[in-house]
C-alpha cells in the first residue's frame, strides 16, 4: 500500500474518529440530567413554530430567533433534537456565526411523522465546542382533527385595526400552540347575530355591552388562524333573546317560563347600560325556536367563514315550564338541540355545560367536537373538582371526548388593577392538564379572570408569560401521556417524609397514577405550601410552594417489567425528560419501584417504560 494512501487514510480515520467524538460529547450532553447552559438566554431568545397543529407528513417549521447578548461573537452550531416521549425521532443541525449584538432568524424544516395524534418535544441548543452555551424549547402537534387534544384560547376585542396587528396577536396565541380560538361577543345580538344581510352585511354594530365590533377585523382574524391551523369558533348563546325579539322574529310561544302561565318570561339581567337590561331565554326544545336560531347562525356563518359554533348556556335555571304549562327538565334538551344544530348548520359543536348541569346528556348524546365545563366556586372550589371534571366527561363519553374547563383565576380581584398570582395559576393549570383536561385561559387580552371575556384588569407578568410557555409546550409535547387513553391506577404511592393526599388536599403533594399500554405514568403536584385547597386563590396571594429536593417515591405495582423511568416536568429544563435511577424493592405491602428524583417545583410527571 503506498504511503499517500496509508497518510489518506490515516486522515479520514482522524476526520471520522473525530465526528463521532463530537457526536458522543454533544449528544451524551443531552443525555445528562443535569445540563445547564452556560449564559442560558443569553443568546437563544425564542423558539417557536409556524402553525399550532399540523397534519401528518406537512411541512413543520422551527423558528429560531437569535440575539446575542453574549461579550463575544459566537460561532458555532445548532443542534435540533425532535422527541417523541423519551425517544429521539429526527435531528438537525446549522452552522451559526453572530456577531455580539446581531439579531437574526433561523427556519429549520422538519417534515413530520405519518403518525396521527403525535406530540413531539423540540429541544435547540446552541453549542460551541462541546458546551452547550444556551437552549429552548418548544413543541409539535402532528393531528389531523383539533377535537382530539383542543387547546382553547379566545379573542374577545375586535376594533377597528389593521390586519397586521391582528396578524401580531394571533401570532402570540400561535406559540402556545392553541389550536382553536373562541370569538366571543363578536355578534350584534344573541337571536339575530349578523348584523344587516348576507347580501349586505353591515361593516359596523354594537355588540351587547355596546362595544363597538368591525367585520374586517373578524374576518381577518378567521382568516389569519386558518393560517395557522386553529379553528375559530362562533360565540352565542342556546336559547337567548334581546328584549326586542319580537320585532326580529322571534315569539313568546317558543319561550322558556318561570311559571306554567306563561306570565314571566325566564331572563337572565344584564347591566342597564347594555343594548338589552337582559336575555330572555327560550325553550332548546321547542323545534320553531331551533328553526328560527339556525336559520339566524346560517346567516353569520354564510358571511364570517367560522369553523364552529360554541353554544352556551346559562347552567340551571330551577323549575321552568314551556309556552302551554309543561315542565322543561332543560338539562335533557341540550343533546337533541345541539345534534340538530349540526345537521342544519354542517358546522362543528362545543356546548358549555356549566358546572356539569347538561354534560351526561351532552357527553353521551350530542356530536360534540369535545366537552367543554365552565366551573364555579364556592360548590366547586377545591383543587380535586378540576380532576373530577376532566374523568366525569371521559367517563360519561365512554373514553371518547377530552374536557375543556372554564376555570377564572384570581376572580375576587378581577375588577381591579392587579397582576395574576403565577402561583395559583401554575398549580390550576397542573391540576387540569395533568388529569388530561385543557383549560380555556390565553387569549387576545392575556388571560381570563373573569366569565365576561373581555375584561382585563388582571395582566400577566414576564414570569407567568415564560411560565404558560412551558406549560403550554408541555401539554402538547407529552399529549400522549396526559389524553390519550389513560386509565387510573390503583398502584400505591408513598414519599417517605412528606405528607401525600391523592385528592388535592392543601398541604399535601396531590398523587395519582395512570395507565395506557407500554407506560405507567404518576403525577405530583404540589400543595405543601398552599394552606386552602381552593385552586381560584380569589385574593391573589397564594405563595410559591416550597420546593423537594432530592427525595425517593416508592410505587408499588403488580409486574415488575420496567425498562426505564423518567421524568418531564414543565418546571424543570423546559419540559426536557430525564432519566431517573431506580431499585426494584420488596416489602411486607409487596414489590415496589424506588425512583430518586431530584426535584419537586409545581408539577412532576414520572413515567415509567414497561
Given at each position: 500500500m503506498s504511503k499517500k494512501i496509508i497518510a489518506l487514510i490515516l486522515i479520514i480515520s482522524t476526520a471520522i474518529f473525530g465526528a463521532l467524538y463530537m457526536y458522543r460529547n454533544i449528544f451524551s450532553f443531552k443525555d445528562d440530567n443535569n445540563i445547564v447552559a452556560l449564559t442560558k438566554g443569553k443568546l437563544i431568545s425564542?423558539?417557536?413554530?409556524?402553525?399550532a397543529r399540523y397534519y401528518p407528513s406537512d411541512k413543520v417549521t422551527i423558528k429560531i430567533e437569535l440575539n446575542n447578548e453574549l461579550q463575544e461573537d459566537f460561532r458555532g452550531t445548532i443542534y435540533i433534537f425532535y422527541k417523541h416521549l423519551e425517544s429521539i425521532v429526527g435531528k438537525a443541525k446549522i452552522q451559526v456565526n453572530i456577531k455580539s449584538g446581531q439579531k437574526k432568524q433561523l427556519n429549520i424544516f422538519w417534515e413530520a411523522p405519518k403518525d396521527d395524534f403525535k406530540g413531539y418535544l423540540v429541544e435547540v441548543y446552541a453549542v460551541k465546542g462541546n458546551k452547550a452555551i444556551d437552549n429552548k424549547n418548544t413543541a409539535v402537534d402532528v393531528s389531523s382533527d383539533w377535537s382530539k387534544f383542543p387547546r382553547y384560547g379566545y379573542i374577545a376585542n375586535f376594533p377597528e385595526q389593521s390586519k397586521e396587528k391582528s396578524a401580531l396577536i394571533i401570532e402570540v396565541l400561535n406559540k402556545y400552540h392553541l389550536n382553536g380560538l373562541l370569538f366571543y361577543d363578536w355578534q350584534y345580538k344573541h337571536n339575530k347575530p349578523l348584523a344587516g344581510t348576507v347580501e349586505n352585511p353591515d361593516p359596523k354594530w354594537k355588540d351587547i355591552a355596546n362595544r363597538d365590533i368591525y367585520g374586517q377585523t373578524v374576518k381577518d382574524y378567521i382568516e389569519l388562524a386558518h393560517?395557522?391551523?386553529?379553528?375559530?369558533?362562533?360565540?352565542?348563546?342556546?336559547?337567548?333573546?334581546?328584549?326586542?325579539?319580537?320585532?326580529?322574529?322571534?315569539?313568546?310561544?317558543?319561550?322558556?317560563?318561570?311559571?306554567?302561565?306563561?306570565?314571566?318570561q325566564d331572563n337572565h339581567p344584564l347591566p342597564h347600560t347594555w343594548a338589552t337590561d337582559r336575555l330572555y331565554l327560550f325553550n332548546p326544545a321547542n323545534k320553531d325556536w331551533q328553526n328560527y336560531i339556525f336559520n339566524a347562525e346560517k346567516d353569520a356563518f354564510g358571511v364570517y367563514n367560522f369553523d364552529v359554533w360554541?353554544?352556551?348556556?346559562?347552567?340551571?335555571?330551577?323549575?321552568?315550564y314551556d309556552y302551554k304549562g309543561n315542565l322543561v327538565e332543560l338539562s335533557m334538551t341540550y343533546a337533541d338541540f345541539l345534534n340538530n344544530a349540526k345537521k342544519a348548520l354542517g358546522k362543528r359543536i362545543v356546548c358549555n355545560t356549566v358546572n356539569e348541569y347538561g354534560l351526561i346528556n351532552v357527553a353521551s348524546g350530542a356530536d360534540v367536537d369535545f366537552?367543554?365545563?365552565?366551573?364555579?366556586?364556592?360548590?366547586?372550589?377545591h383543587y380535586n373538582f378540576l380532576k373530577q371534571t376532566v374523568d366525569n366527561g371521559y367517563n360519561y363519553s365512554d373514553g371518547k371526548k377530552a374536557t375543556v374547563v372554564a376555570a377564572y383565576m384570581n376572580y375576587g380581584i378581577a375588577d381591579r388593577s392587579a397582576e395574576f398570582n403565577k402561583h395559583s395559576v401554575r398549580l390550576t393549570d397542573a391540576a387540569i392538564f395533568a388529569a388530561g383536561g385543557d383549560h380555556i385561559e390565553l387569549g387576545d387580552t392575556g388571560m381570563l379572570s373573569k366569565e365576561y371575556f373581555p375584561s382585563a384588569n388582571l395582566k400577566m407578568s414576564e414570569s407567568l408569560v415564560?411560565?404558560?410557555?412551558?406549560?403550554?409546550d408541555f401539554l402538547t409535547a407529552y399529549e400522549n401521556l396526559l389524553r390519550d387513553g389513560l386509565k387510573e391506577s390503583d398502584n400505591k404511592i408513598e414519599i417517605p417524609g412528606i405528607e401525600i393526599s391523592n385528592n388535592g388536599s392543601a398541604r399535601t403533594v396531590w398523587t395519582y397514577a395512570k395507565q395506557k399500554e407500554g407506560y405507567d405514568v404518576i403525577h405530583m403536584i404540589n400543595l405543601l405550601g398552599i394552606e386552602v385547597s381552593n385552586w381560584r386563590d380569589d385574593l391573589g396571594n397564594y405563595s410559591a410552594p416550597p420546593i423537594i429536593k432530592d427525595f425517593k417515591v416508592k410505587y408499588y405495582?403488580?409486574?415488575?417489567?420496567?425498562?426505564?423511568?423518567?421524568?418531564?416536568?414543565?418546571?424543570?429544563?423546559d419540559g426536557k425528560v430525564m432519566k431517573l435511577q431506580f431499585k426494584k424493592k420488596e416489602d411486607s405491602k409487596g414489590k415496589y419501584l424506588e425512583i430518586s428524583v431530584p426535584e419537586l417545583q409545581y408539577w412532576d410527571m414520572i413515567f415509567i417504560k414497561k
Open positions: 425564542d423558539v417557536y413554530t409556524d402553525k393560517s395557522k391551523n386553529i379553528m375559530a369558533a362562533n360565540y352565542n348563546l342556546m336559547y337567548g333573546g334581546y328584549f326586542d325579539y319580537v320585532k326580529d322574529g322571534a315569539k313568546p310561544e317558543w319561550g322558556l317560563y318561570k311559571d306554567p302561565n306563561h306570565e314571566e360554541h353554544v352556551d348556556t346559562l347552567g340551571p335555571r330551577g323549575t321552568v366537552l367543554y365545563v365552565e366551573i364555579w366556586p364556592p360548590a366547586r372550589a415564560k411560565a404558560m410557555r412551558n406549560y403550554y405495582l403488580k409486574d415488575d417489567n420496567i425498562k426505564n423511568v423518567y421524568l418531564a416536568s414543565p418546571d424543570i429544563n
